[in-house]
């Protein structure tokens, strides 16, 4: 039986108030069953309603270098679009569907907006610096899900797995955790690296780099950052106290472009934060940083996604699904290989490359390292303390010692 949750299933959810509310579902999802008109009224209705949020409370919620840039006009126009698509789509579902969850969400989610101005909310004030990135959080979920959703449809590696496949619900708690907090995570990132690394920047290499054309940064500051990820990134994979926190990222069990969120909190800053360093000491200008910081999004995300295209003229150069995928495999031989997130070139110099010429049957950790299901439990679980009976085991087929820690 396939263990993804709003699959239909012959044992019923629970009932409520004459109907179901559950995310599991036992009736159909195709057209025409109100499950499809659901899930977009709900989608829409949380939008909504964020975005009248940050409308509201814009100090609080959004992000101070974006506030200048929305042309508010266009914006409450597609707000007012999509509040009464949201209650339209909801009402049809709850009408269609005994199981009323994604119906009763959106319509609670566009009379809330509404009750508190709706596409006409008054904007509060906006002079203090945001804590959370809400806009940022909407705008990437709304664009990746646009971008990557219908791509893995139409050009899935694996047709078979779900929009909504196992464990869907923590890895976009860590999407949305991951980017709300793009304020906090930005700022224990860079700062440390301008802090602690100030002393190694020379004035002569700092002008001659800040001199070279973009064309020439771009491409040098790629290269210098997926070196400096590479080392970060083997490091975690190394060291069993960083492995613990990494081990999260790894026990995915299925690939898609959600998948790449799922990166512990110390991961994500202590790999971002050192990834900078040499970027901020070789002088490297603003526009090339920020254009790395594009790609390394754009790319990070795509590596993962559920898409079959292999790429046979670039893949020898460009870091590509099937190279990346293979780095996430849970066969052995795989282990501790294809570090690399741009280009393959570091792993072809420093032995780690591998791409036996198909793709991987399977996922996760290749080890019997056990991961919680939940996002709180698997924040605290490298925290934890382990017995030292269980920090190695011996791989059967190796003879090698696989971590547990």
Known sequence: MSNDPLEPRPDKPRRVFGGY??????????????????LASALLGILGLGIVLCFRFPSLLTMADLRFLYPVVYVRAALHIVLIASFL????????????????????CTLAAALLGGATAAIGDASGGAVFGLDWFAMNLVLYSIIYIPLERLFAKRPEQPVFRKQWRVDLTYFFFNTLLIQITSFLTLHPAMVFFDWARLPVVEQAVTSWPLWV?????????DLAQYWVHRAFHSVPLLWRFHAIHHSAESMDWLAGARLHIVDAIATRGLTYVPL????????????????VAVQATFIHANVRW???????????????????????????????????????????????GRWPTSYGLCDQRKVPASWLMQLVDPLRRRRPTQEMVV???????????
């Open 310 to 356: 292999e790429f046979p003229g670039v893949r020898r150069v460009v870091a590509t699904p099937c190279f990346h995928h293979w780095h996430h495999s849970a066969e052995v031989k795989a282990r501790d290989k294809n570090f690399s997130v741009h280009s393959p070139l570091w792993d072809w110099l420093f032995g780690t490359y591998y791409m036996p």
């Open 217 to 225: 940064q771009i491409p040098l500051c790629l290269l210098v950052a």
């Open 395 to 405: 791989d059967e087929h190796t003879d090698n010692p696989a971590r547990q820690a």
């Open 89 to 108: 789509l909801g009402v049809t579902s709850i009408f269609l569907r005994q199981n009323k969850t994604f119906g009763l969400v959106a319509i609670t």
């Open 280 to 295: 901020y000491v070789l002088g490297f200008s603003q526009p090339a940083i920020v254009v790395y910081v594009v790609v």
């Open 21 to 38: 509310l559950s995310l599991e579902t036992s009736e159909p999802t195709g057209w025409g069953h109100g499950w499809i008109s659901g």
